[in-house]
Structures are given as C-alpha cells and as structure tokens.
C-alpha cells in the first residue's frame, strides 16, 4: 500500500528567507501524481503545485518549486521569499494515475516570522 | 463559478443524534469524497464515489452513509453520533479527464462537534 510521510510536523522561517519543506512517499507504481496543498487559518485547502510522475522537469509556480527525486522518492516543497501569507499547514498527497484514491501525509505547520 | 459548497460549517450535537453533511459541486465532476481531518492524522477518506449511483469505502467508513444519486450532490450521513466523529470535514471533487491532473477541489469544510 501506498503512504505518505512527512516528518516535520512544523517549520518557521524569516519573512523573505527560503524554506524547504520535506515529503517522502512510498510506492511500486511508476505512473502517479504528487500534490502540495496549502491550509491557511482559513481552513480553506488550496492547491499549490502539481507534478506528474513522469515528467523529470521540477514543477515551478511563482514562489513555490518542487525537487522531485523519483528514485529517492522524495517530493520538496521549496518556498522562497516568503511571505506572512505563507503560514499554513502543507499537506503532501500522492495519486496513483489511473485511480481515485488519494493518500495524504500528516501535514508540516509553516510559521513565519516578521 | 461556487466550486465545492458544504453545509453547515459548524454544528454540534449529542451522542446518538443523526445529521447530514450535505456536499454539492457545479463542475461536472465525476469524483466525489468526504474526509475528515483530525490533528497529527492528516486527513483520512471516509467514503468516495466516482459516478452517480456508485460509492465505495474509503479508509475509515464505520459509522458514516453516503450516497450518490445525482453528479452534483454527495451527502455525508452520521447514523449515531459518537464523541469520536468530532472532527472537521472534507468534501473534495475532481475530474480525470485525458491530460487532466485530477488535483482535489475542496470545500471550506464542515467542523462537527460531538457531545
């Protein structure tokens, strides 16, 4: 079965400062999906990036990159000059293409400090 | 465009009442689900569905009815309330459409509070 680890269950980081916040997972498949959600105060989930299992090139939106590492199996979320809208919870969640089912890790607390 | 809208955000009830957590999304989405999100756990699918008329169980179903009859509507049923179904929930929806990514669209989620 499929899991999802993050260890870090919370970060901080300087407002305009880097922070990488790590994802592990564990699968036999080759064809899948990894996401990023961010959950503010709000309670809100929002989708911060995408990649697909297939692609070797690193998704990037604006401030927010990924280094995905298939065979270590390792997916990070880099989060550069941040922002106090930046702290949130992140969730990591894995999709085997083809299915339905989605796996999500524990979540990382990102505070950011002024 | 109201995306995913669940109803009500918060409510609290007494152990053994009934309620439902109504979900409705206007995207034309065959995927449907409820999870619930409890601290440290991340969150946990309770139950799924990927058309009208079919649903299936997720991680953790016990205690917990759905059904699909429309695409639009998933409603979450709680039978018998129980202190533990306090919890906030989830509904999310997505679409699996060819060179589409599938990525989950949520609601606000729903914060239930059992007495």
């Not at chain 2, 465009?1 to 009934?18: D, W, Y």
């Amino acid at each position: 079965a499929q899991t999802v680890t993050q260890s870090q269950p919370e970060m901080s980081v300087q407002e305009a400062e880097t922070v990488t916040l790590s994802c592990t997972y564990d699968t036999s498949e080759s064809d899948y999906y990894l996401f990023w959600y961010k959950q503010p105060p709000s309670r809100q989930m929002i989708l911060v990036i995408r990649q697909e299992a297939y692609k070797q090139q690193n998704a990037t939106e604006n401030r927010f990159s990924v280094n995905f590492q298939k065979a270590a199996k390792s997916f990070s979320l880099k989060i550069s000059d941040s922002q106090l809208g930046d702290a949130a919870m992140y969730f990591c969640a894995y999709r085997t293409s083809g299915t339905y089912k989605y796996i999500f890790g524990t979540g990382t607390r990102l505070k950011v400090l002024a | 465009n109201a995306g995913v809208t669940q109803t009500p955000k918060f409510q609290v009830l007494k152990t053994g009442q009934s309620m439902t957590l109504q979900c409705a999304q206007d995207m034309n989405h065959e995927y449907m689900s409820w999870y619930r999100q409890d601290p440290g756990m991340g969150l946990r699918l309770i139950h799924y569905s990927v058309g009208a008329g079919i649903t299936d169980q997720g991680e953790v179903p016990n205690g917990y009815n759905v059904s699909r009859s429309t695409t639009e509507d998933f409603p979450l049923r709680l039978l018998s309330a129980a202190p533990s179904q306090t919890s906030v929930y989830f509904c999310a929806s997505s679409y699996h459409g060819a060179g589409m990514g599938g990525e989950l669209f949520f609601g606000e989620g729903s914060r239930l509070t059992v007495l």
